[in-house]
């Protein structure tokens, strides 16, 4: 996976950073992402949360983020500060999540994904958090089915932008992840075709 030290030394520019690599889609996307928010009362947490794109967005009473790096979590407090508001902060790790079994009705999990080569692993202890009938949202890159986009993407992406660190999968491959992890994937749409806007149900 990218070495926590990676996020702590670029947290100042990742805003800027993501902004460019995705050539500003992200804030679209972001639209898409929280287009699956349920305001229900219940608590909603962002795993591995960064700087809080998504969880500092979340129109709901209680939203929890958690993240390994403090660098990013602080540039997260700055951005909260900037916006008046946000999620409410922790700094750990979301393979040993510090939360009760069936505490989160929406999960959301942005940009991360594929820097977890246990991802199976990781999802399951992420299922443990969740109530049954949760919703699980994921976006992340996807490996899509065109050969070209695909070659941009395990060049430029793979050595440039992830630092070799990257491990991901086609609609088939995210359908038998979350399967063998508990889940139950309702849809996947693949937003400008290098990424994957996944909804599953637990
Ligand atoms: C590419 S950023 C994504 C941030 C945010 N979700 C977004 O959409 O912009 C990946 C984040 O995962 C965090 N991270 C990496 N490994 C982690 C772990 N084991 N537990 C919690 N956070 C982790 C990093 O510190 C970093 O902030």
């Known amino acids: 996976m990218t070495p926590p030290a990676f996020f702590n030394k670029i947290a100042k520019y990742y805003d800027f950073l993501t902004h460019f690599y995705m050539?500003?889609?992200?804030?679209?996307?972001?639209?898409?992402?929280?287009?699956?928010?349920?305001?229900?009362?219940?608590?909603?947490?962002?795993?591995?949360?960064?700087?809080?794109?998504?969880?500092?967005?979340?129109?709901?009473?209680?939203?929890?983020?958690?993240?390994?790096?403090?660098?990013?979590?602080?540039?997260?407090?700055?951005?909260?500060?900037?916006?008046?508001?946000?999620?409410?902060l922790i700094n750990g790790s979301i393979r040993n999540l510090p939360f009760h079994d069936r505490q989160f009705k929406e999960v959301y999990f942005t940009l991360a994904a594929h820097e977890f080569p246990d991802l199976s692993e990781v999802l399951e202890e992420v299922r443990r958090v969740m109530l049954p009938g949760g919703r699980l949202i994921i976006y992340d890159l996807y490996e899509p089915p065109n050969r070209l986009l695909k070659l941009f993407l395990y060049t430029f992406y793979y050595y440039i932008v992830e630092q070799k660190c990257m491990w991901i999968y086609t609609r088939e491959g995210w359908n038998k992840l979350l399967k063998s992890a508990g889940f139950r994937m309702q849809s996947l749409d693949a937003p400008f075709g290098l990424s994957a806007l996944v909804s599953a149900v637990n």
């Open 23 to 88: 050539l500003g889609s992200y804030e679209t996307v972001r639209r898409r992402i929280l287009g699956f928010h349920q305001e229900d009362g219940q608590e909603v947490l962002d795993i591995c949360c960064g700087t809080g794109y998504i969880s500092n967005h979340v129109t709901s009473e209680r939203v929890v983020g958690i993240d390994l790096s403090m660098p990013m979590l602080h540039a997260n407090q700055h951005n909260q500060k900037r916006i008046g508001g946000g999620a409410f």
